[in-house]
């Protein structure tokens, strides 16, 4: 229980965070505005309060005291600040077509929505430690960050070498963070920050379709995500792709609703984007090459079509925002971290011979059809919903919209060239190698791959006035 | 016509999704409570920390522990076992055993099929171990004598 309302008190010191913002302000409809936030905020919540446990632990001051009394100080200059906090004077938001079966929709999600908490609960029940990355590499080193003085440091001790003690420490930071403030180590803590991250990528997915395509969009896409099994199988692993899944669509979420405003906000949505961008760094090693391909592809983007002074009026405010979670990256990658030996001891002719030989290609193309139809199963398979609603929805093509699809297309085609090159020069056994980890990149990029869907997908909608009487006239001849 | 987007058509094609998505969640439903009926907690991580809780005591946290055990590290039962007594033991490093950056102590993790007293013997034996402890569930504590 106390782990809980450890969790809840992230969740309440990241919201406040984005509050502050005021980026969902003055949208409609005016739940999915609060979803919005709230959704943001946890996510907000979980990187900020496992940052500041990095930091307590680098200043030799993360006792619970320390870590409680940090969090709570935090918390109330959030609070005093929400009075100054930024308003949205009006927003450029579309009017947003009705549709009558929203109400179908939704008895249908929380149809399935039941179904999977009882999924669930039988995962939880049979292995509530996860599965094997989190007792072996994230959730032992949550344990390894609660260690007395500067035992701490051996999470990243190169003795650990089955371990991964190189990779980033947001997830298993806010694990240890939780349980010390709980004061007790169990699976509560990393099993509620697994589940806080899935609900938080339903419900941001639901919520910024919804704002930006109507409800029925934000509740279609629901489903379609309810029939990717392959990736709600893994909410109880308590591994970092889920979270990695949240911050990717945070980051593209960000800039959609910075499209709704104008002056400050517009401005600020850039820098809320880059936070949740440079905490996707600190979260996974391929959070540093989305990172990095959303930076690039945003400054193309910004520099072609506003030229360069305008492009970077806004790109320092994405920097900035990606600061935190770049220092805290930093700090430990050049100063605790064993090095990161992504090739190997591969030389540039092996490298070479690699990237010619056809055979990797094809096990590669293998493999990436295999997971893709792995992501669901038979006739419910997403990809299935997805285009039997494409067939009858059609491309609706929202020109104000062309930022976050434009910035999210690019940047998602950027990231699995990422992976299809660092697959074809692995060092590692390829078959293995895609065995164990493409179905997880397959998760880290499906929330923000369906987002990106929904966002040129047309729009279930009721028929317009003269459409009805169109309708009616034609029954009654 | 009437416009797709509001057709009869696209309703079937609503009508489908729903249908389809909860099927795609009672399928996982079924396939999960079977999965967990045969398989429950694969890798037995639930039990490690009861099973080493009185070898924790007798641990340091400073150094690193080597590690030996009758199940192959090259195996998937043998790192399990490996991780599930890493894990129990945190914040304590374990160190597969002959290394020399092991410290003063050595665990013994053995699986039941094992007769405890012969491996224990041998192993003390074969690296120079005295054992400080062994406990019933398979778990024993070394000394290395060749470490100060």
């Known amino acids: 229980m106390t782990a809980l309302i450890s969790v809840a008190l992230a969740v309440l010191l990241g919201w406040l965070l984005v509050r502050l913002t005021g980026l969902t302000d003055e949208l409609r409809p005016r739940w999915a505005a609060r979803l919005c936030c709230l959704a943001m905020g946890a996510g907000a919540g979980v990187a900020v309060t496992s940052g500041i446990l990095y930091g307590l632990l680098r200043a030799g001051l993360a006792s619970r005291a320390g870590v409680l009394g940090t969090e709570l100080a935090i ?24 549709f009558r079966f929203n109400g179908v929709l939704l008895a249908g999600l929380i149809a399935a929505l039941a179904l999977l908490i009882a999924t669930q609960v039988s995962m939880v029940r049979a292995a509530p430690h996860g599965n094997w990355d989190a007792f072996a590499i994230w959730n032992l080193r949550a344990k390894f960050l609660l260690a ?49 991250f899935a609900a938080a990528v339903v419900a941001l997915l639901v919520a910024l379709l919804s704002l930006s395509r109507g409800t029925a969009a934000g509740l279609l896409a629901a489903l379609v995500f309810f029939a990717s099994t392959s990736y709600l199988e893994q909410i109880s692993w308590q591994y970092a792709d889920i979270p990695l899944s949240f911050y990717f669509l945070a980051t593209f979420g960000c800039l959609l609703l910075g499209v709704f405003h104008t002056g400050r906000q517009a401005l600020v949505a850039y820098a809320l984007a880059g936070f949740f961008a440079g905490f996707a760094a600190l979260t996974k090693d391929e959070g540093s090459a989305f990172l990095v391909v959303s930076s690039a592809v945003l400054a193309g983007w910004l520099g072609r079509r506003l030229g360069a002074r305008q492009a970077w009026s806004r790109l320092r405010w994405w920097f900035a925002g990606a600061l935190p979670g770049l220092a805290l990256l930093a700090d430990f990658r050049l100063f605790l971290a064993p090095p990161v030996k ?15 030989d056809p055979g990797r290609y094809l096990a590669l193309g293998r493999a990436l059809l295999t997971e893709t139809i792995a992501l669901g199963d038979g006739w419910s398979h997403p990809l ?82 003269a459409e009805r009487a169109s309708r009616r006239g034609k029954k009654a001849r | 016509m009437l416009p797709a987007r509001s057709s009869p058509w696209l309703l079937a094609a609503l009508a489908a999704v729903i249908w389809l998505a909860f099927s795609a969640q009672l399928g996982l439903y079924e396939a999960t409570v079977r999965f967990n009926k045969q398989n429950p907690d694969p890798y037995r991580i639930s039990f490690q ?36 007594a890493q894990y129990a033991l945190a914040p304590r490093i374990l160190i597969p ?52």
């Open chain 1, 75 to 98: 918390l109330a200059v959030l609070a005093v600040a929400q009075r100054r906090r930024l308003r949205a004077a009006a927003t450029g938001q579309p009017d947003l077509a009705r």
């Open chain 1, 148 to 196: 007395p003085g500067e035992l701490w440091k051996n999470a990243a001790s190169p003795l650990l070498e089955r371990t991964h003690p190189e990779y980033p420490l947001l997830l298993s930071g806010f694990v240890a963070r939780t349980w010390r403030l709980a004061g007790a180590v169990s699976p509560a803590a990393p099993l509620a920050t697994g589940y806080l």
């Open chain 1, 342 to 356: 992504l090739l190997g001891d591969q030389t540039l002719p092996q490298i070479l011979e690699k990237l010619a």
């Open chain 1, 384 to 465: 299935v919903l997805l285009a039997l609603l494409a067939a009858v929805l059609r491309v609706e093509w929202d020109e104000r919209l062309r930022l976050p699809i434009g910035f999210a297309g690019a940047t998602l085609g950027g990231m699995a060239l990422v992976y299809i090159g660092v697959y074809l020069i692995a060092h590692y056994d390829l078959d293995w190698l895609l065995g164990t980890s493409l179905g997880r990149l397959y998760t880290q990029v499906w929330p923000p791959l369906l987002f990106a869907a929904f966002l040129v997908l047309g729009r279930p909608a009721d028929p317009a006035p």
């Open chain 2, 49 to 84: 920390e009861p099973r080493f809780q009185d070898a924790a005591a007798l641990l340091p946290l400073e150094e690193p522990v080597g590690y030996v055990s009758n199940l192959e590290l090259n195996e998937v039962r043998g790192v399990a076992a490996f991780f599930g």
């Open chain 2, 97 to 148: 055993f002959p290394d020399d950056r092991a410290g003063r102590f050595v665990l013994g993790n053995f699986s039941p099929e094992v007769e405890l007293a012969d491996a224990t013997s041998r192993l003390a034996r074969e690296h120079n171990l005295k054992v400080v402890r062994a406990f019933d569930s398979g778990v024993v504590v070394f000394e290395n004598s060749k470490r100060p």
